[in-house]
C-alpha cells in the first residue's frame, strides 16, 4: 500500500487523516509512527488552502520518503460583532480571551461566546489540504478546499461532556445529520462520513490522482 505523511501533530487531524486515507487505499502514517520529530513550517498566509500549502512544502522539504499531506482549518462565525470574531485564528483568539490556548479553554471560550448570543451561532468550515511530493530536485505540491455551509454547523452554549483531543469546537458543535442536531463529539464514524469526512475524501482523492508517484 502506497503511504502518505501526514502533516501534523493534531491527534484529532491524524486520527481523520488516517480514516480517510485508508478509504481511499492509502496507508497514512504520523510522526509518531515514524518516530520523526520535524519543525513546524512558519503561517504566513490567510486561507486555509494557502496555509495547508505553506505547511506541506514546509515539512517536504524535510522528508523525501513519500509525499507529504498537510491540512488548515478555518471557520466563520455568523452574526458575531468583529471583537467577538475569531478571523479564523481560534488558538490566538482562545488565547486573548482566556490566557493560553488549550482545548478546554476553548471549549469554554467558544460555548461562553455563543451563550452570549442567544445560545448558538451559525457557523461554517473551511478545511484546506495540500499534497506535496519531491520530483527530482523539486519539490511539487496541489492542494484543494472543502467548505460546509452555515445551515448544517452552530456553536452552542451548553458542551458535550464527550471530548476530540486537537478539536476545541467538537464539543460545543452541532451538526445536522439526517435532520437531526447532534455534537459534533458525538458523531459515529458513519455520521461523520455524512457529515463532511466525504467531503474531504473526495478532494483529497482528487490530490492524490494528480501525484504521480501515488
Same mark, same amino acid.
Given at each position: 500500500?502506497?503511504?502518505?505523511?501526514?502533516?501534523?501533530?493534531n491527534?484529532?487531524?491524524?486520527?481523520?487523516?488516517?480514516?480517510?486515507?485508508?478509504?481511499?487505499?492509502?496507508?497514512?502514517?504520523?510522526?509518531?509512527?515514524l518516530?520523526?520529530?520535524?519543525?513546524?513550517p512558519e503561517?504566513?498566509?490567510?486561507?486555509?488552502? *494557502?496555509? +495547508?500549502?505553506?505547511?506541506?512544502?514546509g515539512?517536504?522539504?524535510? #522528508?523525501?520518503?513519500?509525499?507529504? $499531506? %498537510?491540512?488548515? =482549518?478555518?471557520?466563520?462565525?455568523?452574526?458575531?460583532?468583529?471583537?467577538?470574531?475569531?478571523?479564523?485564528h481560534?488558538?490566538?483568539?482562545?488565547?486573548?480571551?482566556a490566557?493560553?490556548?488549550?482545548?478546554?479553554?476553548?471549549?469554554?471560550?467558544?460555548? *461562553?461566546? +455563543?451563550?452570549?448570543?442567544?445560545?448558538?451561532?451559525?457557523?461554517? #468550515?473551511?478545511?484546506?489540504?495540500? $499534497? %506535496?511530493?519531491? =520530483?527530482?530536485?523539486?519539490?511539487?505540491?496541489?492542494?484543494?478546499?472543502?467548505?460546509?455551509?452555515?445551515?448544517?454547523?452552530?456553536?452552542?452554549?451548553?458542551?458535550?461532556p464527550?471530548?476530540?483531543?486537537?478539536?476545541?469546537?467538537?464539543?460545543?458543535?452541532?451538526?445536522?445529520?439526517?435532520?437531526?442536531?447532534?455534537?459534533?463529539?458525538?458523531?459515529?464514524d458513519?455520521?461523520?462520513?455524512?457529515?463532511?469526512?466525504?467531503?474531504?475524501?473526495?478532494?483529497?482523492?482528487?490530490?492524490?490522482e494528480?501525484?504521480?508517484?501515488l
Amino acid at each position: 500500500m502506497k503511504k502518505i505523511l501526514i502533516a501534523t501533530t493534531n491527534p484529532g487531524k491524524i486520527m481523520t487523516a488516517k480514516k480517510i486515507l485508508e478509504w481511499l487505499g492509502v496507508e497514512g502514517v504520523s510522526f509518531s509512527d515514524l518516530g520523526i520529530s520535524l519543525n513546524e513550517p512558519e503561517e504566513t498566509k490567510a486561507t486555509a488552502e *494557502e496555509i +495547508a500549502v505553506e505547511k506541506a512544502l514546509g515539512y517536504a522539504r524535510q #522528508f523525501k520518503d513519500f509525499p507529504v $499531506l %498537510a491540512r488548515d =482549518d478555518t471557520n466563520f462565525l455568523v452574526g458575531v460583532s468583529e471583537e467577538d470574531d475569531p478571523k479564523n485564528h481560534n488558538k490566538e483568539f482562545v488565547a486573548r480571551k482566556a490566557g493560553e490556548y488549550t482545548d478546554e479553554n476553548g471549549i469554554k471560550v467558544f460555548s *461562553e461566546l +455563543a451563550g452570549k448570543y442567544g445560545g448558538e451561532i451559525p457557523c461554517g #468550515f473551511d478545511w484546506g489540504y495540500a $499534497l %506535496a511530493w519531491h =520530483d527530482g530536485d523539486e519539490v511539487r505540491v496541489v492542494s484543494g478546499l472543502a467548505t460546509t455551509g452555515t445551515e448544517k454547523t452552530k456553536i452552542v452554549s451548553e458542551a458535550s461532556p464527550a471530548r476530540v483531543p486537537g478539536f476545541c469546537f467538537a464539543p460545543v458543535m452541532k451538526v445536522l445529520v439526517n435532520g437531526e442536531w447532534k455534537y459534533d463529539a458525538e458523531l459515529t464514524d458513519k455520521e461523520s462520513w455524512e457529515a463532511y469526512w466525504n467531503l474531504q475524501a473526495e478532494m483529497i482523492r482528487g490530490l492524490i490522482e494528480k501525484c504521480p508517484v501515488l
